[in-house]
């Protein structure tokens, strides 16, 4: 079934202020949203309401399946450090419906036999957006997916996001500071139309 997400007034407060209110929209499978706004404006806070990792003080979210899966890409958000690139990819592989082919790590350039506190920053980011664009059906939440990376890596990552835009079984989700990666997206959330 095809993942549907809807969002109805949700807000997010930190003791008395809000950082957004009233943020209203309805998605589907086929569909690629880019969240924007500034720095500091609740993109990845929104992501990971989204992700049901954190609650919103307000409004609600509803998911069609209501058992949809996710992935969730987060710089905020990693595997336990000392885990081998083998062993996340095993358990990713065991807990979400993804496809991972045997290119996997020949294609983002990655150690298998390697604890995750080896790998270098650009290594640990390709590792987890990798294995977040694995996913098969469900809901792919990125956040700042290309941040840091070269220029050769950028572009794959890119074009990779590109190629499941269209999936009906894949609702994608990007949050952005940068204008060209927005750009890709055919819908756009501005999250500070919503700022309180």
Request: positive net charge; glycine residues 6%; proline residues 8%.
């Amino acid at each position: 079934m095809p993942p549907k997400l809807h969002l109805e007034r949700v807000g997010l407060r930190y003791e008395r202020h809000f950082v957004f209110r009233d943020v209203t929209f309805s998605a589907r499978g086929g569909e690629s949203w880019a969240i924007t706004g500034p720095n500091g404006i609740g993109k990845s806070s929104l992501l990971s309401i989204i992700a049901k990792y954190r609650i919103p003080s307000e409004g609600k979210l509803t998911y069609e399946p209501a058992s949809v899966a996710f992935a969730w890409q987060s710089p905020h958000v990693h595997p336990p450090a000392d885990l081998h690139v083998r062993d996340i990819v095993r358990d990713w592989q065991r807990y979400k419906p993804s496809e991972i082919n045997s290119d996997f790590y020949d294609r983002w350039k990655l150690p298998a036999h390697k604890p995750l506190h080896m790998l270098s920053s650009g290594m640990r980011q390709r590792l987890l957006v990798g294995l977040t664009l694995s996913l098969t059906t469900g809901i792919i939440l990125l956040d700042e997916p290309t941040a840091h990376l070269d220029e050769d890596y950028r572009k794959q990552i890119q074009s990779e996001i590109v190629s499941r835009m269209t999936n009906p079984e894949l609702l994608v989700v990007c949050a952005t500071n940068d204008p060209n990666e927005a750009a890709l997206f055919p819908r756009i959330l501005n999250l500070k139309e919503y700022a309180a």
